[in-house]
């Protein structure tokens, strides 16, 4: 028979496999967003990873429409894949609007496809975990939203992040006074790589694509270095947007958050009120979201989203006001790992249990039902190879404790049970129900 040549074993780039090690930590991750999530009152949903073409493009902006997966299907359809859970959501509800309870909340946590450029913690391919509010424009939805985005990253592990936010109606009524409406969506681009490129660059992007004067980028920036406490900020938007109905309901609205959130107990150093966010997405209508780790502020924003009261008005009549926000999986993952909060492990189990004694299969088997049955996780080894074996192949996968009996053992009601990252070793008698053994167990597990 003729020898194909061998195909060379490889991903595309932006794309990437996840080992064990890798794929341990991001379900606890998602395990952890989604008792945050349900303890809100957040139901799960799912939605093809393909769309029509048309329920995706131009919902997102220029940006979102040149990093899109787009294609004709088989059936002569032009197909673009989902580039976040936002748009998809507002096909959903506009379509089983009838089977909805309004409010709905939902959260949704799957795969999303973006052709841009790879970064650190980014892939073309990565997971979002959202959660949203959809109809209601109540300031009570985005306040909870925030509260949300507090209680998943303390549920996490960390203490030290600061939420920003802002108001996208602040800066339309800014734009409003300037006579620069029109130009709201070129500024807004502009404005959100503030952080990025500096306010020089950003002006000079502004006259280019917005056609700003000196006077007025000098506006706009102005507005956006304002600095100082919550209390102080709002202070200066005031005169700012004074005159502008719609400023000035941007502000109150960013006054009704804070106070919500200092209500139900956020502490204000957690919070920062920073009129330099924009977020680049251009479904965005009002409050905005970006949470930042005090410890690694330069890797970006780990949770943001922001209000959006008229995406769903492209699919249905009914006003459909939505509020939430979405948890950056791999970025946060590099994140944590780069902050050394990653425990190295291959095995969700933290037991071992070693298969040495040929005759003693159901003993084994035995032994290891009765350490789940007390919920803890246990592999047996499937081969009766040498103790040391068996050990090294134990440490490689990053087991807590292995459990050692042999014949004399088992006669005995007795069992070692060794610590695999202390070295020690302690003798447990085998009783019926293991009360003994699953004593010892949490001792070295807590």
């Given at each position: ?7 060379t ?12 090690e890798?794929?341990?930590p991001?379900e ?5 967003a989604r008792?945050v999530y ?6 799960p ?9 048309e ?6 902006g ?8 787009q294609?004709?299907?088989r059936?002569?359809?032009w ?5 976040d859970?936002t748009v998809p ?8 609007l ?10 949704h946590i ?7 450029n790879t970064?650190?913690?980014?892939y073309?391919?990565f997971?979002?975990c959202d ?6 424009r ?5 306040i909870e939203?925030a509260?949300?985005?507090c209680?998943?990253?303390r549920?996490i ?5 600061t ?6 109606m602040?800066?339309a009524g800014l ?5 620069l409406?029109?130009?709201?969506v070129a500024?807004l681009?502009a404005l959100d ?5 500096g306010?020089?660059?950003v ?8 056609g700003?004067?000196?006077q007025?980028?000098h506006?706009v920036l102005r ?5 100082g406490?919550?209390?102080?900020v709002?202070?200066q938007?005031g005169?700012?947007?004074a005159?502008?109905?719609?400023g000035?309901?941007?502000v109150?609205?960013l006054?009704?958050?804070?106070a ?8 204000d150093v957690?919070?920062r009120l ?5 977020r680049g997405l251009?479904y965005y ?11 690694l502020p ?7 989203g ?8 492209l699919?249905t009549?009914?006003e ?8 950056g999986?791999?970025?946060l993952l590099?994140?944590?790992?780069e902050?050394g909060m990653?425990?190295k ?9 070693a298969?040495f004694?040929?005759?003693?299969l159901h003993?084994?088997?035995?032994l ?12 047996v080894?499937?081969e ?8 090294k192949?134990?440490?490689?996968r990053?087991?807590?404790?292995a459990?050692i009996?042999?014949?004399?053992e088992?006669?005995?009601?007795r ?10 070793q ?6 019926p129900d293991?009360k003994s ?10």
């Open positions: 028979m003729p020898q194909h040549a061998k195909i074993p490889r991903t595309l780039k932006g794309f990437r496999d996840y080992l064990p890798t794929m341990i991001r606890r991750l998602i395990e952890t008792r349900r303890s809100y009152g957040f139901s949903i799912d939605t093809p990873a393909l769309e029509y073409l329920v995706l493009s131009g919902k997102g220029d940006e979102s429409d040149k990093q899109l997966y294609f004709c299907d059936d002569k359809r197909v673009g894949m989902r580039f859970l959501l507002a096909r959903f509800v506009a379509q089983h009838d089977d909805l309870p309004i409010p709905f909340k939902r959260y799957a795969a999303v496809w973006r052709g841009e970064q650190r913690g980014r073309r391919e997971v979002q959660f949203d509010t959809i109809g209601t109540s300031a009570a939805a985005d939203t509260l949300v985005i209680d998943l990253l549920a592990g960390f203490e030290a992040f939420l920003r936010i802002n108001h996208r602040v800066l734009l409003e006074k300037l006579g409406s029109g130009q709201s500024i681009r790589k503030l952080a990025k490129i306010p020089e660059k002006a000079e992007e502004m006259k280019a694509t917005a700003t004067t000196d007025q980028t506006e507005l956006a270095g304002i600095s406490t919550n209390d102080e709002l202070a938007l005169p700012l947007v005159g502008s109905a719609t000035e309901a941007g109150d609205r006054a009704e958050v804070l919500g959130l200092r209500a139900a107990g956020v502490p957690r919070v920073d009129v330099a966010i924009a251009d209508t009002g409050t905005i979201y970006e949470t930042y780790l005090d410890a330069a890797i970006g924003s780990v949770c943001s922001g209000r959006y009261d008229n995406l769903a008005g699919f009549s009914h459909l006001p939505g509020v939430g926000a979405s948890l999986l791999d970025r590099a994140a944590m790992e902050l990653i425990e492990v291959a095995t969700p189990a933290p037991v071992f249990i298969y004694d040929s005759t003693r003993d084994y088997l035995k290891a039902a009765a350490v789940r049955s007390a919920g803890i996780g246990v592999e080894f499937p009766p190879k040498k103790l040391g074996q068996q050990l192949y134990a440490d490689r990053g087991f807590r404790v459990l009996a042999g014949s004399r088992f006669e005995s009601g069992c070692q049970v060794k610590d695999l990252q202390s070295g020690g302690r003798d447990v008698p085998l009783e293991a053994l699953v004593a010892a167990l949490h001792e070295i597990l807590q």
